[in-house]
Structures are given as C-alpha cells and as structure tokens.
C-alpha cells in the first residue's frame, strides 16, 4: 500500500493549484492535464491493487502518463502558435484599413468580418466582443486587454495609447504584429535547428526498450524478471523514472529553446 499511497501523492502534488494569478491564467489549458492525471493515478492505484504489483504498475502508469504529458503539451503549444497567427492577420487586416484612411473602429468591424471560419474560438470570441463594443460607441480596447492572449492585450495597449495621446495605431499594431512575427520566425528556425537533438532523445529513450527485446529474443525472459520478481521490480521502477525524466528534461530543453 505504500507504493500505491506514494502514487497518490505525487498527483496531488501534480494537480494541486498554484498562485491565484497563474490559476487564472493558465486554468483553462491546464484543465485537460489535470483531468489526465488525476485519471491516471485513480486508474493505477485500482490496478495497484487489483493484481498486487504495485512497482510494475508504477512504472506502466508513469511511463503512460509521461508520454501522453508530452504530446498534450506538444498539442496545446501547436495550438497557441495557431492562435498567434490567427492573431497576426487580424492585426494585419486592421493595419491595411487604418492605412487606407478607416476609422479605429471601422478597421476593428472589419477586421473581425475577415476572421476564418476555423479561427481559435477564444480569439474569435474576443474579437466579436471587441467589434461589439465599438458598433455600440465603445472603445474596444478594454475588451482585448481582458484577453488570455498577450498578443491581444498589446493590441489593447496600443488601442488605449492611441486614443488617449493621439499615437497613430497603425504605428503601434505594425509593432505587435512584428513582435508576432519574429516569434513565429525564431520557433520555425529553433524546431528546424533541432531537429536532430529531438531525434536523437527519441532513439535514446526507446533503447531500454530495444534492450528488453533483444533480451528476449535471446531466451532471457526479461520481461518475466521485471514483472514478476522483487528486484526486477525495483529496477524497472528506477530504469522507468530515469527514463521519463530524461525525456521530460530535453522536452523541456527543446521547448525553451523554441520559446
């Protein structure tokens, strides 16, 4: 039972709130996470207890949920690089009316009439409030500095400075979208660059694995020995963990770098 508690705690580790400001901030792209972990550890302590191998369990569910921390987080940074450039053109589309000589506000209605019908939700959302606002006679700068996206709130930003000191907002939003654009750029020329480091972690992390197989091949039932015996039970426990924290340790490495 000790393993099995052990189990429990580290997700309540895992799942436990941080400060109020980052749980308004990242609340919404951390829920799914959350939801798996907690599901995993409820899953693992049930096996756990239903086959009494409470190490191999462990060290199953452990591996699973690394795996699957990895490509959540992949996915949720895919989408906000989505979610940027949706946000460029946006600003783009308003940058191009203000130069024509538009109104703030009618760049604003316009802009968000261009969206694609595939545009974030939550940028989309965020936009129509704004187009809203001003069709109503308000400002919409206060809806874009409520927003989740830093992206958004800059525009809200450059949209308050430009009508409370008379700034040109073209001036302001053509540096938002540079500062988004030259992001874009330093992640494409990042993931490109490594490439090959990325390769190489995959190959090292499946190498305990091949081992195991070759093993196998040979005649020397390792999987029988990690499954079934005490000591081959604490070595595939340290092995699982040394493994998922090398692969845990270049994801973020890579995504750092990226960022």
Request: net charge positive.
């Amino acid at each position: 039972m000790t393993g099995m508690t052990a189990l429990l705690a580290a997700a309540g580790l895992l799942i436990a709130p941080g400060s109020p400001a980052t749980r308004i901030l990242t609340a919404q792209r951390n829920l799914s996470s959350r939801h798996l972990i907690t599901a995993g550890a409820i899953l693992a302590a049930l096996a756990a207890v239903a086959t009494d191998k409470i190490l191999v369990t462990v060290s199953f569910t452990l591996a699973a949920m690394t795996v699957l921390w990895v490509f959540n987080d992949r996915h949720q940074r895919s989408q906000r690089a989505r979610e940027q450039a949706m946000i460029a053109d946006f600003i783009g589309h308003m940058l191009a009316d203000l130069r024509a000589g538009a109104t703030i506000a009618h760049a604003c209605q316009h802009a968000a009439s261009r969206l694609s019908t595939t545009t974030a939700p939550t940028v989309q959302r965020a936009v129509t409030r704004a187009a809203a606002h001003v069709r109503q006679g308000s400002s919409g700068a206060a809806v874009f500095l409520e927003s989740d996206h830093a992206e958004l709130r800059h525009v809200g930003h450059a949209w308050a400075l430009a009508e409370r000191h008379g700034i040109p907002l073209a001036t302001l939003l053509e540096k938002s979208r540079d500062r988004i654009d030259s992001a874009q750029r330093h992640r494409a020329a990042t993931q490109s660059s490594l490439a090959g480091p990325q390769s190489t972690a995959l190959v090292l992390a499946v190498l305990p694995v091949a081992g195991i197989g070759m093993g196998a091949l040979m005649g020397a039932n390792p999987v029988g020995f990690l499954t079934t015996t005490a000591l081959g039970g604490v070595l595939l426990l340290v092995g699982t963990v040394l493994t998922c924290a090398g692969i845990v340790i270049s994801h973020v490495i890579v995504t750092r770098a990226a960022s």
